[in-house]
């Protein structure tokens, strides 16, 4: 079955669906990425944060799966934020994932109180025109710190990763996205496994398809045109959340879900106040 990619606004292609590991601890980080890309996934997503990227490189190199059919993305921490920071931060994870490029390359969080995105943004920017990065984006970022980037730079960032879900649809952020082609891409999109899944509403629709509530959830991402990253250290869930490419919502369906909006609903940090 043909993935479903969608163009950036510098000409690369991401896979719509890819494979989450926030919370995968460094051990298991290795099998999980085996089993995702042995269950088709070609998008994997890490940070430098998470601690686990030598792990993922590891599970990518033992996969057999060529480097060039796999898209990576991992992240700027925020502690290493700053221009010259930026660049050797790149080259440490680099370093970890034992690869000599990464697709995608995001600024974890805005950390607005600080005052460096803009400087890191401008690192990523270099890295990008010296060919050394595939695209570069941001994370976490509210429609004022996108808007400065733009001022101050003129480089739209290629991807904004944002806790997304149907308790949480962040339409105003994404209205911005659409007008600027910057492609949404939603962190969380099971809720983190909690109560969505067990939504009476979400498993109705998921009993019509003969789905699960998880895969229900997932193609409401793929139907509303985002690119998503599920997590999941369990094989069998981690086939089941790739397992969403042969059906559609109809229109009722969809409906229902945008009804569940909550502008309210974030279950992370809010990104104008975090401070990590
Ligand atoms: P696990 O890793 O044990 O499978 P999100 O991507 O929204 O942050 O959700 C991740 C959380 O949801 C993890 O706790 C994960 O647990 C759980 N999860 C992932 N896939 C499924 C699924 N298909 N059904 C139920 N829970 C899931």
Known sequence: MTQPTIPLNDGAQIPQLGFGTWQTPEETAAAAV????????????????YGNETGIGKGILVSGVPREEIFVTTKLWNSQQGYDETLRAYDESLQRLRLDYVDLYLIHWPMPHRSRY??????????????????????NFQVPHLQHLL??????????????HPYFQQRPLRA????HEIVTESWSPL????????????????????????????RWHLD???????????PERIRENFNVLDFR???????????LDNPKGRIGPDPDTADF
């Open 118 to 139: 803009l400087d890191s943004w401008r690192a990523l920017v270099t890295l990008k025109n010296k060919g050394r990065v595939r695209s570069i984006g941001v994370s």
């Open 176 to 179: 911005f996205h659409a007008q």
């Open 151 to 164: 001022d101050e730079t003129g480089v739209v960032p290629s991807v904004n990763q944002i806790e997304l």
């Open 249 to 259: 919502l109809d229109s009722e369906d969809i409906v229902l879900l945008d009804g």
């Open 191 to 218: 809720g983190q496994g909690g109560a969505l899944l067990r939504d009476e509403r979400v498993l109705r629709i998921a009993r019509k398809h003969r789905k699960t509530a998880a895969q229900a959830v997932l």
């Open 34 to 49: 085996s089993a995702a890309l042995a269950a088709g996934y070609r998008l994997i997503d890490t940070a430098s944060f």
């Open 224 to 234: 509303s045109g985002v690119v998503t990253i599920p997590k999941s250290v369990n």
